[in-house]
Every structure is written in structure tokens, then in C-alpha cells.
């Protein structure tokens, strides 16, 4: 697709989402297919494709445990644009990263803080200058009432410092101007949480000293170098109508080419325009307040998207220039605001040109991204962003601190950006770093959960054909159609099923992270699938909640769902009828109940007369890794129970265990797992197993099995962080086999769902 055709069909999103769904060809009966109001195939020409990601825990100096934090927060690379440099504050260093070959990055080291001050000073921005690299730090160790900071030059080849500056006071965010004659620092003096200010509320404003922006001359040898400090005028503030004005809190800062300075003044709700040539504040305005509709703003663990809130201060984190005259801004928010959106403003006028409103968390939502733990704060909570060029167009490129992705906008146009792609990344991207020269993308992420092994990364993207692979796995790929003008909520996707009635069709299941209870409809015959109908699931009239972990269609109609309970009893196989109604409820034997813990039913298969279930993990009772595969047949209500021998594991803190049953030409197909992710993951696999004729009356027959297709290769496919949970799996009647990863709602998970499409089953289960 052109540009100009891409743009034709943005301009009918409205008219496609009024519509909600289509009714064309629908039989009675028949539930409606919702409709996707956005073209997600753009031209490999035309897209950003992820060469690698980095988990930089790997960089770590030798003497480091494998599990201490260790971040990357914001980043630069070196003008040649081969060695990528990030902060890495909870270490308290920085890193280099030699991404000469984009699929390959390679660690070269950190330097401590340490080395150049004090073992308690952090990094906060960083930004390369010819040979050099100007390092951000803070120095103020907690005293919030005397902030202080510096910034080191240190030369890149030895990695030695050449030159200190005392800035003054607490820094934050640095840019360099366009013709790399000045930097400009934003010099926040951020306020402590944790204090009271007289007649205010903990947390609150103005806790002085406040804040300005230091301007550093970078003409000459580096050891000449000063700043020039930049003070704003507390009555100019005040007649802008930013909050606390005796108190201003600089947090990101970007420069044009003429040498203008935009500056975000984020807990007071501001931005100003600074010249940096003369220091000259020429303008400080408000950034104003938005009323946003159509979110979920309630933390009730469902995705509800009928809240709102109502006109709230934008706070502003970072910003970025749009040509000279026009900036974005990331509307992150702080202690009073954060609109889920982002921005662009008229830079001479302060008036806004364009706002998101509440798209960009329906883009959350769409893509299974909706992190429904921070409904009721900021929900996707846009942080990061970055201007660059593209093909000759203005480029904007958001990021989402919780939802974890950075959305591409085409800019060319201000007053109406067009959305282009969504790219994901591993937890807390904050740093967007546009390297245009190599048509590379670095995005640094600084949340790092060790003990869920779900690392702070740097992921790296190539624009252009020259970055595509074919038959490589892209992302999204799978999203969800518009009904009523809202995107279908789903995300923790642990269940798939042929549906029996088209050969190009699934049905999959969210799981207990997502509630009330629903059974969604994929049309697997475009690409990325679509998640085009839902069905909630009722009992007596009423939605109900199930922690679904397998679904199977009834060839009759209705469904079986393999639903895991918190403890033994509660893990049923829940029959549901086409309507959606629980038509009744099939418990585990008492036996084999009582010796469940949290992991029981994890998946579902029907085979004729049969309804085929396994066990997640091991009873009390049987042989160590020996887990349950259990056959109910509905006639007699009668249980069989087979063993499945796990493969093993020697990793501390893992696990084995199975995820899902499918049965396919006589054979079942069995969905086995470990519990590591990220480089360290090792089995993701599918086993066949000859169907059994009995379970007989004598000891637990353990079931041989054979492998069928290692999926770790098809995991590493997406040059992504690979995912822990592989947990669905189904064959449709197309005959393709395909694979769903669990995103568990993106607790302890970066969030990405990886959906499948192996090709014809008989070539994809090779053994391979």
C-alpha cells in the first residue's frame, strides 16, 4: 500500500467504526463480525521490522549476580551510529552496546558512577557529542531540599572523563542542538513524594528550590566548555496559569533548528520556549487540560471501556519538535493529571492543533496490550517520545510506559497525524532513539523484574525492505475488530479451538485476567488475525467470571472450557451453550481434586464421544514428573486417567509442565512447557501421543511420547524478548496448526502475544 492509500483509509476509520460490524452475509443466528477500523499490512518498504532485542543484564561486569536490577532508561549512539550508549540508574553506570550489526548487538561493558564520583550518583540522561559523551548526573542522594548534579564529558574511545561541570542543582532530561553547538539540560529540583508542604497534601507543591534549564557552549575543546542557567519568571508562570509557579519542575527538553529550546515544566502542567542562543525565555505557557471518553477506568479486572475522566491537566513528560513551529508532547502525567494521549502543539501560539484523546489506549487495546492494573491511574501512560524523519516525513513515535510499545505516527500534517504501526517492547520503554543515518530504531526500557526473569532490554528496529525476513513473524499478529466504536478487549489469550463449522476460524478464551468470562472469535484468513466476535459467557442470565485455560468447539454446537479453580475443587470442565448460557458443570474426581494446588486443568480437546483434559503439574501422589491426561466421557460420567512423562529441568526456581491438548489423527498433541523466557527459555514444544484404547485397572500407564515440533526457533522468530507461556494450540479445519502465547495480562510478562500461523500441520510437525 502507498502512503496515499494508506492515508485514503485512515480517513474512513470514522465511518468503519460507526459501523461497528457487518451483517453482509450473515446466516440467522449468526453472530455479527465486527470490523477493524485500521489496515495493519503496511509494505515492508514502509515499516520498521525489530532486528533484536538486548536484555542488558548481559552487559553486567563480571562480578554482578545474574538477578541484581540493572536498567536501560534513556539512550545516545555515537555519531558513526555503531555504539549505542544508555543509563542505566539502578545500577549506576552506563553501557555500551556495539550495534554495528543491528541483529547482532554486543555488550561491551559499563563505567560506574563510581569511577567518576561517587558510588551513590545516577545517571539520568546522557547524549553523544562528536568523540565525547556528556553524562547527566545526580548527585543530590536523597537530600530533595539541596539538590545538586553535574554533567561529565568522558571521551568514548577510553572511556576516560575529560571534563566536569557543576550544573547547579538536580538534572534531568539533555538534548544537543541540531547543528551541535549547545546543549541544553533541564534542571528539575524534583519535589519528595514523601513530604508535606505546610497546608498541602503529601507529595504536593512547592517544595523549593526550584527549577531552570543550564545551556552548555560546545564550541572548543571540551575542557572549556560552560552553562550559561536560564531562570524562569515566576509571574510569567503565574499569568500563564501553570500550577505552582513559584516552584517549576523542567523535566525534557528538545531544540529545533533555529536553536529554540522546548522545555516541559511537567508537574506544573507547562511548557516553555526558551531561545538558546541568547538564553532568552521567549514564551511559557499552559498545556492545558483534555476530557477523555471511552476508557477503563475502573481496576475491577475487566476491560470496561465506558469511563472517563473528566477535564484533566495534561502533564507533560517529553516532548519533541515537529519542524520549527509545531511540537508533540507525551501526556504522561504526574501527581494531578496524565491524559493517556499525546499532543501536538502550535509552538507560537501555545494553542493545541491536535489531541489523541483516548486512541492510543484503544490501540492498548486492540493489540491486547490494556494493562487493566492501571485502570484507575494513568492506564497506558505515554512517557517517551521522539520526532524523526522518515522517507522525507516528520515521524512520531510514542511511548507507552505500561502498556509496553512505542506507536508510529506519519506528522506531515500536524492537525491530523496518521497512525502507521505499533512496535513492541520489553517492560518501561522510556528512551526513543531515532537513528536516521541507519535507518535504526533503539527503544531502552527501564523496568527490570529479575525474579519473573522479565528483563530491562534494548530493542533495536530497521526501517526499510532491507530489514524484512521472509516468513519472519511480525507484530501485531493478532488484533482485535471495533464494535460500537470500541475495540474488542482481550489479552491473556490461553486457549485456542478449531471451529468445526469453518475451516478458517478459531475460538479462543481470555483467561481469569480479564473478566467476566468470554469466548472470542478469530478469522485466521487474514493477516494479523482478527478477534471479530465475543460471546460472554452467562449462568443464569448472569456474567460470570472462569479462569479459562482451554477451550474446545462442540462439532453439535457450544463449547467445553477447561476452567482452572484457585485451589483442587474448583477446576471444572464447563459446558456452554451456543448462546453463551453454562449449560452445566463437570468436576474433577474428589481423588484427583484434593491434589491439585493452583496449577490444575490447563487444557481441553473433544474427540467424538470423548472430551480429552490434562493437568498442569504433577499430583502429590504420582511419580515426579509424571503429570495427568485424563479422558471424560459424558455417557456414565466416567474419568480415565493416563501419565505423561515431562521432560526435565536443572534450573533453579523452573518448572515443567503442560499447557494444552489438542487430538489430531488419532494422536493427541500435547503443548509442553518451562517456565523461563527471554534468552534463557529452553522448552516450548509440542509431543505427539498415540491415543490409548483403555487406562486399564493396574498402576498409571505413563503414554510414550515423540516430539513434534520444537518451538523455541519459531519463538526466536520475532527477533523479540521470547515468551514464557505458550499456551494455546489448535489445528483448523484449513489444516494449518496454530500457536497462542498467554500475555497474563502483562503482570510479571511484557505483554507481547505472539499468535502463530505454522503452516499445514503435516509439514509443521516434523520433529524439528
Not at 115 to 134: C, I, M, R, W, Y
Not at 490 to 497: K, N, V
Not at 511 to 533: E, H
Not at 617 to 623: A, G, N, V
Request: charged share 25%; net charge negative.
Amino acid at each position: 500500500m502507498t502512503r496515499a492509500r494508506a492515508a485514503a483509509a485512515v480517513t474512513t476509520t470514522a465511518a468503519l467504526i460507526l459501523a461497528g460490524c457487518s451483517t453482509e452475509g450473515k446466516k440467522p443466528g449468526e453472530t455479527p463480525k465486527a470490523t477493524s477500523p485500521i489496515d495493519w499490512n503496511l509494505p515492508a518498504q514502509e515499516s520498521y521490522h525489530r532486528t533484536a532485542t538486548y536484555p542488558v543484564y548481559l552487559n553486567r561486569p563480571a562480578e554482578d549476580p545474574v538477578d541484581k536490577e540493572t536498567v536501560a532508561e534513556i539512550s545516545t549512539v555515537t555519531p558513526d551510529g555503531n555504539t549505542l550508549i544508555y543509563t542505566d540508574a539502578a545500577a549506576k553506570r552506563i553501557g555500551f552496546l556495539d550495534i554495528t550489526d543491528p541483529a547482532k548487538p554486543v555488550g561491551k561493558g559499563t563505567l560506574s558512577l563510581a569511577e567518576l564520583g561517587h558510588k551513590d550518583d545516577q545517571p539520568t540522561s546522557v547524549a553523544a557529542v562528536n568523540d565525547h559523551v556528556l553524562v547527566v548526573v545526580d548527585t543530590t542522594g536523597g537530600d530533595f531540599a539541596h539538590p545538586t548534579g553535574r554533567v561529565d564529558i568522558v571521551r568514548t574511545s577510553d572511556r576516560t572523563r575529560v571534563h566536569s561541570i557543576d550544573l547547579g542543582g538536580q538534572p534531568d532530561s539533555i538534548a544537543i542542538s541540531p547543528d551541535g553547538t549547545f546543549a541544553a539540560i533541564a534542571m528539575e529540583n524534583q519535589r519528595n513524594e514523601e513530604f508535606t508542604p505546610p497546608g498541602k497534601e503529601e507529595g504536593d507543591l512547592p517544595q523549593p528550590p526550584t527549577g531552570f534549564v543550564q545551556l552548555i557552549d560546545l564550541t572548543g575543546a571540551p575542557n572549556t566548555w560552560t552553562p550559561r542557567r536560564v531562570d524562569f519568571d515566576v509571574e510569567a508562570a503565574r499569568k500563564a496559569g501553570l500550577d505552582t509557579p513559584e516552584d517549576l519542575e523542567p523535566e525534557y527538553v528538545s531544540i529545533n533548528s533555529r536553536g529554540q529550546v522546548a522545555v516541559t515544566l511537567q508537574e506544573n502542567n507547562g511548557i516553555a520556549v526558551i531561545d538558546g542562543r541568547t538564553g532568552t525565555v521567549q514564551k511559557i505557557f499552559s498545556a492545558g487540560s483534555q476530557s477523555v471518553e471511552g476508557i477503563d477506568t475502573k481496576e475491577d479486572g475487566a476491560i470496561d471501556q465506558t469511563g472517563s475522566i473528566p477535564d484533566t491537566p495534561r502533564e507533560p513528560d517529553a516532548i519533541g519538535w515537529i519542524g520549527d513551529d509545531h511540537f508533540a508532547t507525551a501526556n504522561e502525567g504526574d501527581w494531578k493529571g496524565g491524559t493517556r494521549g499525546w499532543t501536538i502543539f502550535d509552538a507560537r501560539t501555545g494553542e493545541v492543533t491536535w489531541d489523541a484523546g483516548n486512541s492510543l489506549e484503544q490501540l492498548a487495546v486492540r493489540t491486547g496490550l490494556h494493562i487493566e492494573g492501571r485502570a484507575e491511574s494513568k492506564g497506558p501512560e505515554p512517557e517517551g517520545l521522539a520526532v524523526t524523519t522518515i522517507d522525507g516525513h516528520p515521524t512520531a513515535l510514542i511511548a507507552s510506559e505500561r502498556s509496553n510499545f512505542v506507536a508510529v505516527y506519519d506528522v506531515s500534517n500536524p492537525k491530523a497525524p496518521e497512525f502507521r504501526q505499533i512496535l513492541p517492547t520489553t517492560p518501561g520503554p522510556e528512551g526513543v532513539l531515532p537513528i536516521p543515518s541507519r535507518n535504526l530504531l533503539a527503544i531502552s526500557s527501564e523496568a527490570d523484574d529479575a525474579e519473573a526473569k522479565v528483563r530491562a532490554s534494548v530493542s533495536l528496529y530497521g526501517y526499510g525492505e532491507s530489514f524484512a525476513t521472509t516468513g519472519k513473524p511480525s507484530f501485531p499478529s493478532i488484533v482485535s475488530a471495533d464494535r460500537d466504536g470500541k475495540p474488542i478487549g482481550w489479552g491473556a489469550l490461553g486457549a485456542l479451538s478449531a471451529d468445526p463449522k469453518d475451516p478458517n476460524r478459531l475460538y479462543t478464551a481470555t483467561d481469569i485476567a480479564y473478566g467476566p468470562a468470554r469466548i472470542l472469535g478469530v478469522n485466521v484468513a487474514q493477516k494479523p488475525a482478527l478477534i471479530d466476535t465475543e460471546l460472554p459467557v452467562t449462568e443464569a442470565g448472569k456474567p460470570v467470571s472462569l479462569d479459562t485455560e482451554g477451550i474446545a468447539a462442540r462439532p453439535d454446537g457450544g463449547f467445553v472450557l477447561a476452567v482452572e479453580g484457585e485451589d483442587g475443587p474448583g477446576n471444572q470442565l464447563v459446558y456452554v451453550a451456543v448462546d453463551g448460557q453454562i449449560e452445566k458443570r463437570v468436576p474433577l474426581p474428589k481423588d484427583i481434586a484434593a491434589q491439585l494446588g493452583s496449577n490444575g486443568l490447563e487444557g481441553v480437546a473433544v474427540d467424538g464421544s470423548s472430551v480429552w483434559v490434562t493437568l498442569q503439574r504433577e499430583l502429590k501422589s504420582d511419580p515426579k514428573g509424571v503429570v495427568r491426561i485424563g479422558r471424560f466421557t459424558p455417557d456414565g460420567d466416567k474419568w480415565e486417567w493416563f501419565g505423561y512423562q515431562l521432560d526435565s529441568t536443572s534450573v533453579k526456581d523452573d518448572w515443567i509442565g503442560v499447557s494444552e491438548i489438542s487430538v489430531h489423527n488419532g494422536e493427541l498433541l500435547i503443548l509442553e512447557r518451562d517456565k523461563l523466557n527471554g534468552p534463557d527459555a529452553r522448552l516450548k514444544a509440542l509431543y505427539r501421543v498415540a491415543i490409548p484404547e483403555s487406562a486399564g485397572t493396574g498402576n498409571l500407564q505413563t503414554l510414550p511420547k515423540t516430539l513434534a515440533r520444537n518451538l523455541v526457533p519459531d519463538l526466536q522468530a520475532t527477533n523479540g524478548y521470547v515468551q514464557e507461556k505458550v499456551e494455546g494450540v489448535a489445528i483448523a479445519g484449513n489444516q494449518n496448526l496454530y500457536v497462542v502465547t498467554d500475555n497474563d495480562g502483562l503482570d510479571d510478562a511484557n505483554g507481547e502475544t505472539v499468535f502463530l500461523d505454522l503452516g499445514p500441520v503435516a509439514e509443521a510437525l516434523t520433529g524439528q
